[in-house]
């Protein structure tokens, strides 16, 4: 039988832990440990915020595996380097300063003048414009704004605790201490006891998703976890198999969100996330202009194969305001930071305004996720990925969305549908979104199989250690602070100080991409496939964009993996061919009524000999919506076959008949 874990420390054979538990007796009479070590310390042991969570523990009286449990929920234990998340939250414990967060320098995107709809039949932005939305709702919840409260409780100025992880995880232990006592529960309680205090944590009382991350917290203590943090901390929680919540804990806050009624008006939300509904309006306005999605009958009319990750740039308020409104734009669901909480506003058989390209969107489900923070180095919460992997994992049993990068994409690989809309498309959510992590948690990990070689490359970099350098976070040209990255760099020949590969699409002058970290001009990103274009020492070659492509992929350190897979190239006899953003049906397709649809290639050809990664292969279609009334609505299906290609960072789409398939040869 499995000893119980004694909450000031535990039986280990790590001598980190053994030196915690040591501790633990006298943290009281002890200084905070500095996570950051003594001054001049070159960097502090690899211990230290292990003894923090004793000793913070300790000193509030909240059993230490609560506390560790909590933070990785929120952090996975990381600090950041004292950023904050896309919630304005700081540290290991994610204690939200929004005011503070948004004050911080930050380069905005410049996307805010797009078409989300992406229709050229009927652009969203006929007679009005889409225009960015304020960050923050005037009065702040608070839920963004535990920093300060912790400030309060503890007497640690609101700076420390940004940039201090020790000061940090003492700050969230006193919030949730004062959580347990306005629940009026003892604080010895023991674990089981702190079900309900965690549940208002998350949501700083607001306890909608509350219980679902509490069963998250709840499930990490049982299984247990350990790791390495981003400042090389050594953390470890022990696996507590046995431990339930107490039956009364659930009684002591709010229900879980309410479900309506009527099965009709229940989101569509698998029944391990936190899901209400916010519905998008669909209604006229002004000189018969409408919106903010279209209705439709999917998948009896429109296959959905594609899901799209975005990030909201508004915060949870800001963004639910907005969905609202018939005069914006639409997705189908929010997933808050905090606790991960989901809304949906429209149904997934409907066709939301929110990739930018009407064949994608057409065929998609979009998922915008909470991030008010321009900075596009802001980082993401452990409940909200979770939530998200959870929905993406429900959407794509429901729809048979292939788990993969093919079809899992970021708005930042959705491809422009002409060649003028290719630079304001969004660049969202960037190389700090943990695409390993995610499909980790989609069950579906990036792995190398046991074939050493194949037709296709992996990117598949280790995010901590990854870190390139970018620029333009909180100011043009300026140096972002170091962080692990998703994303490798891909230059003209196999050394460091060649030149980046060009982009023509988005500089159509030919000049040379950046490292500007909304450049999407010479990245490739973990979990795309590539065909295999050459290999000359520690450098991998990719074909991407009609040109070799390389990265640094040492042995020792890899960045990629090979592995077997279908490819496409140009037909015999044909030296270039082009890539289309959309798989539009061929003129004779449309019937009487239906404007007929240019299939206008993008400024990027396929050269004889080069290969591509396929994602599959798709019919040619058209979804004409543009009025109001749905009896107008039509589906325009094709003869010509499309095959979806990795070519640069952003997918697109080659005609079946221009090019020949190569089925995963190795």
């Known amino acids: 039988m499995r000893r119980a874990e004694p909450e000031g420390g535990r039986r280990t054979s790590r001598p980190a832990v053994r030196t915690a538990t040591a501790l633990a007796a006298g943290a009281l009479l002890l200084p905070l440990v500095s996570a950051t070590g003594p001054a001049g310390a070159a960097e502090p042991a690899p211990d230290t915020l292990q003894r923090a969570f004793t000793e913070a523990a300790a000193r509030y009286h909240v059993p230490r595996s609560v506390l560790l449990g909590v933070s990785y929920l929120e952090s996975r234990w990381d600090a950041h380097g004292g950023a904050p998340s896309v919630d304005g939250g700081y540290g290991p414990m994610h204690l939200t300063d929004a005011r503070a967060a948004v004050a911080r320098p930050a380069a905005r995107r410049s996307e805010a003048d797009d078409d989300p709809r992406g229709d050229t039949a009927r652009p969203v932005a006929a007679g009005r414009r889409v225009t960015a939305p304020q960050p923050l709702p005037a009065e702040l919840p608070a839920r963004l704004r535990t920093l300060p409260r912790a400030a309060e409780l503890t007497g640690i100025p609101a700076a420390k605790l940004r940039t201090d992880p020790a000061a940090n995880v003492l700050g969230g232990a006193a919030l949730l201490a004062a959580e347990q006592r306005t629940l009026g529960l003892p604080r010895d309680a023991g674990p089981a006891g702190w079900y309900a205090a965690v549940a208002r944590y998350a949501g700083a009382g607001d306890t909608s998703g509350g219980r679902v991350f509490a069963d998250e917290v709840f499930d990490t203590l049982r299984r247990g976890q350990a790791r390495t943090t981003d400042a090389g901390q ?27 009624a009527d099965p009709a008006a229940r989101p569509e939300c698998p029944a391990t996330v936190a899901c209400e509904s916010v519905p998008a309006p669909y209604e006229k306005f002004g000189n018969d202009d409408y919106g903010n999605h279209d209705k439709a009958d999917r998948p009896k009319d429109l296959k959905v194969d594609t899901i799209v990750i975005h990030d909201t740039e508004g915060s949870w308020e800001t963004s639910l305001k907005l969905v609202q409104d018939p005069t914006y734009v639409s997705w189908h669901y929010t997933v808050r930071s905090s606790d991960g909480l989901i809304a949906q506003h429209v149904p997934t058989k409907d066709v939301a305004w929110q990739a930018g390209n009407w064949y994608i969107n057409s065929h998609s489900i979009g998922i915008e996720h909470e991030g008010f923070l321009a900075a596009p180095d802001a980082w993401y919460t452990e409940a909200m990925y979770r939530s998200s992997a959870r929905l993406v994992t429900y959407l794509s049993r429901k729809y048979g969305v292939p788990l993969d990068r093919q079809h899992i994409l970021g708005h930042d690989n959705v491809p422009g549908t002409t060649t003028s809309t290719i630079p304001g498309m969004h660049t969202d959510p960037g190389p700090y979104w943990d695409w390993a992590h995610y499909f980790t948690l989609l069950g579906k990990p990036f792995a190398a ?80 496939h590539f065909a295999f274009a050459g290999q000359q020492g520690d450098w991998t070659a990719i074909w991407y964009l009609g040109q070799r492509a390389w990265f640094e992929n040492p042995a020792k350190r890899p960045t990629a ?106």
């Open 234 to 260: 050594r953390v470890a929680l022990a696996a507590r198999p046995a431990l339930r919540p107490d039956a009364g804990q659930a009684k002591r806050i709010a229900p879980a969100v309410l479900q309506a």
């Open 449 to 528: 199989g046991r074939r050493a070689a194949g037709d296709l490359v992996t990117i598949r970099p280790d995010y901590a250690t990854n870190t390139p350098p970018y620029t333009g976070c909180e100011k043009a040209g300026a140096p972002c602070a170091a962080h692990g990255s998703e994303a490798v760099r891909l230059r003209v020949a196999p050394k460091a100080d060649a030149a980046l590969v060009k982009d023509v699409g988005l500089r159509p002058d030919g000049s040379a991409s950046t490292i500007d970290v909304n450049d999407l001009g010479a990245r490739a990103s973990t979990g795309q």
């Open 561 to 666: 993996f090979r592995t077997a897979g279908a490819t496409v190239t140009p037909k015999a006899g044909r030296a270039t061919i082009p890539v289309y953003g959309r798989a539009y049906p061929e003129k004779a397709a449309y019937p009487a009524g239906v404007p007929v649809q240019e299939v206008s290639p993008l400024p990027y050809q396929l050269h004889a000999g080069e290969r591509y990664a396929v994602g599959g292969s798709v019919r040619g279609d058209y979804f004409s919506a543009s009025g109001f009334d749905t009896a107008t609505h039509a589906v325009v299906r094709g003869e010509d076959r499309y095959y979806e290609i990795q070519v640069g960072h952003r997918i697109g789409y080659v005609r079946a008949a221009d090019v020949d398939v190569r089925r995963g040869a190795a």
